[in-house]
């Protein structure tokens, strides 16, 4: 079987809106995902971001440590190694993680289920960096969901209004280098993403895999530069599975890699956690239900934070 999972230059979406929006779309309904180029986040940007996580991961665990914050299940600053492990797995990831979410002032309604993020002092740069990061990816993942808005038969602003000020987070990951044998654990077991939809730089390591409706493992493998976009749990839910939220995987490397790290920085961008998801008008057949009950989105991102052990 060929498979085909789109690969599009964002400057179509203002060239071709209907043409980019249809191939988008089509990819994302069979495989759930996408590969994005010209993009428009800086390489200067990501090289610089690329530089300051390498720097944070090379410091010692005692020091890193000290930015794991309890009773907030990793929603800001570090995640030790060892501790996420995928819905329904025994085996936790290998792997480690830093947060970053949204800045709000004190006053915002939203500052109760957004904790405000901390910063390691021993990296100089990072928060400038990754908070421009953050924005920049933000502002993406507006412009994709516009061309998805289309691609449903929405005003293109549809999602404009649902994501603003939402929970979104970025992640930047370290998949350590692989010395000895690993037993029943890989770099990141088979998942679905919470959120609504993924952006995802630094795919261009080997490892990333999708799950195909036919139950196949197939590679995701953009070229250097290249932004990987997934369908998340909400948006699958709000389109009553017309967009898939498709499993996938990060296995471990080849043995002619497995001396090297991985890294790569994922943005979660989330519905505002008001936000009621429900089928959208349309998704539903004349007389069936819909395939998931409404839900807000704070109290579905906490209910799945509790499956994968980090809340």
Do not use: C
């Amino acid at each position: 079987m060929n498979d085909n999972i789109a690969s599009v230059s964002l400057r179509d979406a203002d060239r071709d809106p209907a043409a980019f929006a249809d191939r988008l779309g089509d990819s994302v309904v069979d495989y759930g995902f996408a590969i994005i180029a010209d993009h428009g986040i800086p390489q200067s940007l990501i090289d610089r971001a690329e530089e300051k996580a390498r720097a944070f991961f090379a410091l010692p665990d005692e020091t890193k440590r000290k930015y794991a914050i309890a009773g907030q299940g990793g929603a800001r600053g570090y995640t030790p190694f060892g501790i996420e492990t995928a819905k329904g797995a025994s085996a936790h990831d290998l792997k480690e993680f830093w947060h970053v979410g949204r800045e709000l002032d004190d006053r915002h309604p939203f500052r109760a289920m957004m904790a405000a993020n901390v910063w390691p002092a021993e990296v100089p740069g990072f928060r400038e960096t990754f908070l421009e990061l953050y924005d920049t990816f933000d502002r993406t993942g507006v412009r994709i969901l516009a061309a998805i808005a289309r691609f449903l038969g929405l005003d293109e602003a549809f999602f404009t209004g649902t994501v603003r000020d939402g929970n979104s987070v970025l992640r930047m990951l370290h998949y350590p280098p692989q010395a000895e044998p690993t037993g029943s654990h890989i770099r990141a077991g088979a998942h679905e993403d919470i959120n609504t939809i993924t952006l995802l730089l630094g795919a261009e390591e080997a490892g990333l895999e999708l799950q195909t409706k036919d139950g196949r493992w197939i590679p995701v493998s953009p070229k250097p530069g290249e932004l990987v976009v997934n369908i998340g749990d909400m948006l699958q839910r709000l389109t009553n599975g017309r967009l898939r939220s498709t499993p996938h995987r990060v296995v471990n490397p080849a043995p002619d890699r497995a001396a090297h790290a991985r890294y790569s920085m994922p943005f979660f961008l989330h519905f505002r956690p008001d936000y009621l998801i429900e089928a959208l008008p349309g998704t539903v057949a004349p007389g069936a239900a819909p395939e998931w009950p409404p839900i807000t989105a704070h109290d579905y991102l906490a209910e799945r934070l509790r499956e994968i052990k980090l809340s």
